[in-house]
């Protein structure tokens, strides 16, 4: 497990600075995370989300792009 990723302090924002900070950068400079299950993904996202069920979070941080920022939901 990737400890300091766990440790790094992050900023809780509201869906409408997320909705600002989605338009305002392109796709793909940044990780749109929907955490929640494959059923409920099914019947509706947000476009270019990348699913990984909340219980899978740890075995899926590879999967992850450090490098840029994480809009979890």
Not at 6 to 17: C, F, G, K, M, W
Not at 36 to 65: M, V
Request: some cysteine.
């Amino acid at each position: 497990m990737r400890w300091k990723q766990l440790l790094t302090p992050v900023a809780n924002i509201d869906s409408e600075n997320a909705k600002s900070y989605i338009k305002k950068h392109k796709e793909g400079k940044y990780v749109l995370l929907d955490v929640r299950q494959p059923s409920e993904y099914a019947k509706s996202h947000i476009p270019g989300a990348k699913l990984i069920p909340l219980p899978q979070i740890t075995d899926c941080f590879g999967e992850l792009d450090p490098e840029k920022p994480t809009i979890v939901y």
